[in-house]
């Protein structure tokens, strides 16, 4: 992608594409602060779609996996130790936090041709349910809210 494509050509582009794995991309575009932001859902993880931004330099996305009030209040420290062991080897993306969400992200330069983004996007949706199988017993579920009440 060119410093002179959108974001909205790149949504439009990701929706035709389907990857060797069989991965297919949804992607609409949204407003947010004057600027764009296209939202996408990819075949591997729909209920956690990656949020994709642009800036002159980058283009970056973003997974939300949960907020920290899911994390089971005694995992907390193991959480942290576990994100920090993880984050060297899940390829092109890389654990944060954005206020009380903990978020899967990865960047790009903004001159990345499309094949590559869509490879970026796909890794990193595979990346996102990797980490919450690794991570699931340390969140609270609803058998859990059950079991305390």
């Known amino acids: ?9 790149l949504a439009l582009t ?3 594409q389907r990857t060797e794995a069989g991965t297919s991309f949804e992607a609409s575009v949204i407003a947010v602060d004057g600027g764009e932001t296209i939202v996408v859902k990819t075949s591997i993880c729909p209920d956690f ?6 800036t002159s330099k980058q283009i970056l996305s973003v997974i939300d996996l949960f907020s920290m009030s899911d994390v089971k209040p005694e995992s907390v420290a193991e959480l942290d130790k ?3 062991a993880l984050s060297p080897i899940m390829p092109l993306s890389s654990f944060g936090t954005i206020g009380d969400e903990v978020v899967l992200f990865g960047s790009m330069p903004v001159a990345t041709i499309t ?8 890794v990193q949706s595979q990346n996102c349910i990797e980490a919450l199988e ?3 017993e340390l969140l609270i579920n609803d058998s859990d809210i059950q079991e305390s009440v």
Do not use: F, G, R, Y
Request: proline share 3%.
């Open 1 to 9: 992608m060119s410093e002179n494509n959108s974001l909205a050509d």
């Open 14 to 16: 990701l929706c035709e």
């Open 49 to 54: 779609p990656l949020v994709v931004t642009q």
């Open 82 to 84: 576990i994100l920090l």
């Open 115 to 122: 094949a590559n983004i869509v490879h970026e996007l796909e």
């Open 134 to 136: 690794v991570l699931e």
